[in-house]
């Protein structure tokens, strides 16, 4: 495995591990250990810990060494965290927290772009739409999911609001593993369809009103669909698109 990979893997197993909770906050971290438990050496140990770090999992203190945090200091807006979390036992209470984080954000977003976006966005928008028609009908779910990611990132860079575009990431992550574990339908509902088209229409025609109300549409269905599918879910602990 070239070293890159290895890095990769290590990361991968201790965020999963501290964001699930097998590894609980104040937990001691040792190089040695970790070296030890994955077959590394203390080079790539100390990286990847560095890493961590800098995600606010884990903090250096001294004479106890590394130390594990707890999820008010993660950074919880980081593509890595939000994917190992939807990977642990924590899954449902993050889809909640997300998609209400998308609710709050996105409506806007598809505002701001019906205001700012200029033709060649507006272009690709309503190509998109048209494109994730054809394929959500046909039940290609891979390609529709790219095309899905694109244009939620088209409207958050194009809002004019430069604290939605960094969102981006963000929303690629809940839409790639909404889909990735297994919780989207095999085809795009005919409605979520007809509210992308909407969307895309209502951006072209520089139409903010209509733009924000199909994208709440859209993650309102999200949400309902959450309700529906995980009823009670606990607090943040460790349908549409």
Known sequence: MSRPALHAAVLDALGRAITSGDVPPGA????????????????????????LEGLGLVRSRRRVGLVVLGMEDWNVLDPRVIRWRLQ?????????????LRHAVEPLAAAGAARNAGPEVR?????????????????????????????HELLLRSSGNEMF??????????????????????????????????LARAVAEQDAEAAEAAMSAIVGEVRRALDRRLPGAAAPGGGGR
């Not at 992550?173 to 992308?196: F, I, K, N, Y």
């Open 28 to 51: 001691p971290l040792t190089l040695d250990a970790i070296g030890a438990e994955h077959g590394v050496s203390r080079t790539v140990a100390r990286e990847v810990m560095r890493m």
């Open 165 to 198: 575009g960094p969102l981006a990431d963000v929303v690629a992550e809940v839409l790639s593993g909404r889909t990735h574990l297994g919780l989207m339908p095999a085809s795009p509902v005919p409605e979520a369809l007809d509210q992308h088209e909407a």
């Open 123 to 151: 272009g690709e928008l309503l190509d998109l739409a048209r494109r994730m028609r054809v394929l959500g009908e046909a039940g290609d779910l891979t390609e529709f999911l790219a095309l899905d990611v694109r244009m």
């Open 88 to 100: 642990g036992p924590g899954r449902d209470a993050q889809l909640r927290s997300l998609t209400e």
